[in-house]
């Protein structure tokens, strides 16, 4: 049973935008806190910004001003702007519910998606 479903990733220049979406199974989206992460060749995945069931947000200092979380209940979707991508932005971006404590403390709720592929280009 898919429960997450990651897309709007592509290619962008240095300075560009990209909107990324994350469609949820209700029972993995309903009253969670909800989180993007990313994974770079030869890096770990990493919790970039969290949202908690009630619209409470919290970001990794290395998007903080340039990446904004939001989420749409009734549509079970989370969605994650990005501004002023940088090259150290490129990586395969997943959404995934959490039992959230902090940004390098938190419990993964549900199965991995395919994930999204982010590259930016110098």
């Known amino acids: 049973q898919v429960q997450l479903v990651e897309s709007g990733g592509g290619l962008v220049q240095a300075g560009g935008s990209l909107r990324l979406s994350c469609a949820a199974s209700?029972?993995?989206?309903?009253?969670?806190?909800m989180g993007w992460f990313r994974q770079a060749p030869g890096n770990k995945r990493e919790l970039v910004a969290h949202?908690?069931?009630?619209?409470?947000?919290n970001y990794a200092d290395s998007v903080k001003g340039r990446f904004t979380i939001s989420r749409d209940n009734a549509k079970n979707t989370v969605y994650l702007q990005m501004t002023s991508l940088k090259p150290e932005d490129t990586a395969v971006y997943y959404c995934?519910?959490?039992?959230?404590?902090?940004?390098?403390?938190?419990?993964?709720?549900?199965?991995w998606g395919q994930g999204t592929q982010v590259t930016v280009s110098s």
């Open positions: 949202i908690t069931s009630g619209g409470a947000t």
């Open positions: 209700g029972s993995i989206f309903t009253g969670k806190s």
């Open positions: 995934n519910a959490l039992t959230y404590y902090s940004l390098s403390s938190y419990y993964i709720r549900g199965s």
